[in-house]
């Protein structure tokens, strides 16, 4: 940046103007660095809707169109990449995320990546107390761990079994979230310019795995 932007976003700072900021298109400054502050804010808008949409406030999801918001991190995001992690992407070939960008709402809350993440967190601690670990173990830590799972954590657990129609035993669930947690991208997993949003939300991907069970 030159002297005067730095000077200019220092000040509009100071005054407590954010300078990222989801309630407006970027305008802070001009050129390459308004792209960039627009990626940046595509990009925080895509991870936190896909980790833990609950970061986002409700102006958010009413002021940010999310469909450009992911169809230009999963472009931006294979840019990058594109002969290093990821296959070489075409010139001019536009990235697309299909189907409602909708989330994953149960009975008791929505469904979100982070859950996912927690709840297998909380299945390895258990194992603990299988076989002869159980005996070296704290007992006060396994009455944590169950009430843990009474909460917020065992949702996963909760839900696949609802989805199967059957209780899943932990490594079942460990298997379902570690599906989940390897969604289709496009570029890393495919040459496909196209990914629909089923396939790449881990929560959709975990509930269609629970419901496959059932058969």
């Known amino acids: 940046m030159s002297r005067q932007q730095a000077q200019g976003?220092?000040?509009s700072r100071s005054s407590g103007r954010p300078f990222l900021s989801f309630k407006r298109y970027p305008r802070h400054t001009?050129?390459?660095l308004r792209y960039n502050e627009l990626d940046w804010l595509n990009l925080y808008y895509s991870y936190?809707?896909?980790?833990?949409?609950?970061?986002?406030?409700?102006?958010?999801?009413?002021?940010w169109d999310t469909r450009a918001a992911f169809e230009n991190s999963l472009q931006d995001?294979?840019?990058?990449?594109?002969?290093?992690?990821?296959?070489?992407?075409?010139?001019?070939?536009?990235v697309s995320a299909t189907g409602p960008l909708s989330l994953v709402h149960t009975s008791e809350r929505p469904l979100t990546t982070r859950i996912l993440f927690e709840c297998a967190a909380v299945i390895d601690e258990l194992f603990q107390f299988e076989g002869a670990f159980m005996r070296m173990t704290d007992p006060t830590l396994r009455e944590f761990l169950h009430e843990?799972?009474?909460?917020?954590?065992?949702?996963?657990?909760?839900?696949?079994?609802?989805?199967?129609?059957?209780?899943l035993g932990g490594s079942v669930d460990l298997a379902l979230i570690d599906f989940a947690l390897n969604p289709?991208?496009?570029?890393?997993?495919?040459?496909?310019?196209?990914?629909?949003?089923?396939?790449?939300h881990p929560p959709y991907r975990f509930a269609a795995a629970a419901k496959a069970m059932a058969d």
């Open 184 to 200: 289709v991208v496009p570029g890393l997993t495919s040459d496909a310019p196209s990914v629909d949003w089923r396939e790449l």
């Open 148 to 167: 843990e799972m009474g909460g917020e954590y065992g949702l996963p657990w909760r839900l696949a079994s609802v989805l199967a129609g059957r209780d």
């Open 77 to 94: 995001t294979w840019r990058q990449s594109a002969g290093v992690e990821m296959t070489e992407r075409p010139e001019d070939t536009p």
């Open 30 to 32: 001009g050129a390459e």
């Open 9 to 11: 976003l220092h000040e």
């Open 48 to 63: 936190s809707l896909q980790l833990d949409p609950e970061g986002l406030t409700e102006f958010d999801f009413t002021t």
